[in-house]
């Protein structure tokens, strides 16, 4: 998430690793990942997520935690659009546990994990974020999101994949390759869509777009939101853009949730997507 905000801890974090001394006869200790430190603020009711900087990697409004609070996440769910009833949803990326509450409470029939590599920001999430335990439709996986998507037992199995992966510096998603995306389009279904939160304002975002569009068959994006926020749609199989369906989707998607469903389609629209 792009979204500017003071944290409670104002120090910097993700400085690099000092390199290791050269002994040949050393063993080499397993590889630790170093996180940034997970910090929180409040303001008018809504409870930010930080590592450490005034960067905003999620948000919850405490009085509705299970509702998408900021636009941006809102729209990671424009897939809905075309799928009504999914089977299997993932996010990459846990934040706040935002879009993994969401789909876990609106979806009762549907498996719903989330990958997170930082076990701090899994541990803030259960104590301040209202994310639920474990059971046998949600699951939260400590580890690599690459690992995921690589590992051919998640193949072929999801309806909608939701990507959101920042680290403390925000420079653009910390995952951004052709195989990386390569991989996210093997775990989708033959008709999944994977959303995925990107810096429009920002030499990453051209990057990443033009890594999805090497890995699907079509891509769109979404306006632009926030400080720099662009969401990008990817489609397992390529697929014309009825807006006036979309459109009847979108009432639909509304109804039942009171997501701004019609705007996506707008967006859509203007964009001559």
């Keep these: ?122 541990a803030i999430c259960q104590s301040m974020f209202k994310l639920p335990p474990d059971d046998a439709r949600l699951r939260v996986l400590e580890m690599d999101a690459l690992d995921f998507v690589s590992d051919p037992a998640n193949h072929n199995s999801l309806d909608a994949l939701q990507v959101d992966l920042y680290d403390a510096t925000a420079r653009g998603p910390v995952l951004d390759s052709a195989e990386f995306y390569a991989a996210c389009a093997a775990c989708l279904r033959e008709d999944g869509i994977m959303t995925v939160n990107l810096f429009g304002d920002h030499p990453s975002y051209a990057k990443n777009l033009k890594a999805m569009k090497y890995a699907f068959p079509q891509v769109v994006s979404l306006p632009e939101v926030h400080e720099g926020n662009v969401v990008a749609l990817a489609f397992r199989r390529a697929r014309p853009l009825d807006i006036p369906a979309l459109e009847e989707r979108a009432k639909a998607i509304h109804a039942q949730t009171r997501l701004p469903a019609k705007l996506w389609v707008k967006g859509l629209a203007s964009a001559g997507a």
């Design 1 to 122: 998430m792009l979204i500017k905000r003071k944290s409670i801890e104002k120090e910097e974090s993700s400085r690099p690793a000092k390199p290791a001394a050269k002994t040949a006869a050393r063993k080499l200790a397993p590889y630790k990942p170093k996180f940034a430190p997970v910090t929180l603020s409040e303001q008018d009711g809504v409870r930010y997520l930080h590592f450490g900087t005034e960067w905003v990697q999620g948000a919850m409004r405490i009085r509705k935690p299970d509702w998408p609070e900021l636009e941006y996440a809102q729209q990671m769910m424009a897939w809905m659009l075309w799928i009504d009833t999914p089977r299997s949803v993932a996010q990459l990326g846990l934040g706040t546990a935002t879009l993994t509450k969401f789909c876990y409470r609106t979806f009762p029939e549907a498996q719903v994990t989330a990958v997170e590599l930082n076990p701090h920001v899994i």
